[in-house]
């Protein structure tokens, strides 16, 4: 299930001003790196200037119980792997694929 969207961002500041008033809620995470706001079960997250990994453009994310037994399958699919899984903090590992057409999608396992 797609649980978590973060988007790129140019202005932080001003971005978080707009998804605020879309969502109608402030944000739960508020830093200088990452904005991210929970809104009926969604997360929507603002990444400055496309983070480390160099986002271009927003990224789903599907939440997963195992995401090395999924990154397996997805590989085994034809998926390339473009970020590993990695902690990104309390618990929370992140990683990122392509599909064939290049597109970048993600995924999230909560310990």
Do not use: C
Not at 49 to 77: C, F, R, S
């Amino acid at each position: 299930m797609i649980k978590t969207v973060l988007h790129p961002v140019s202005d932080l500041a001003k971005a978080k001003e707009i998804y605020a008033a879309l969502l109608g809620v402030q944000p739960e995470n508020d830093t200088p790196y990452y904005v991210g706001f929970e809104a009926d079960g969604q997360h929507i997250g603002l990444v400055p200037n496309g983070g480390p990994q160099g986002m271009t453009a927003p990224v789903a994310y599907w939440h997963v119980p195992d995401i090395e037994a999924k990154l397996g399958e997805l590989t085994a699919a034809g998926a390339t792997v473009q970020e590993a899984a990695h902690d990104v903090g309390g618990g929370r590992l992140v990683a990122t694929f392509t599909d064939t057409d290049g597109h970048v999608l993600g995924l999230i396992q909560d310990r």
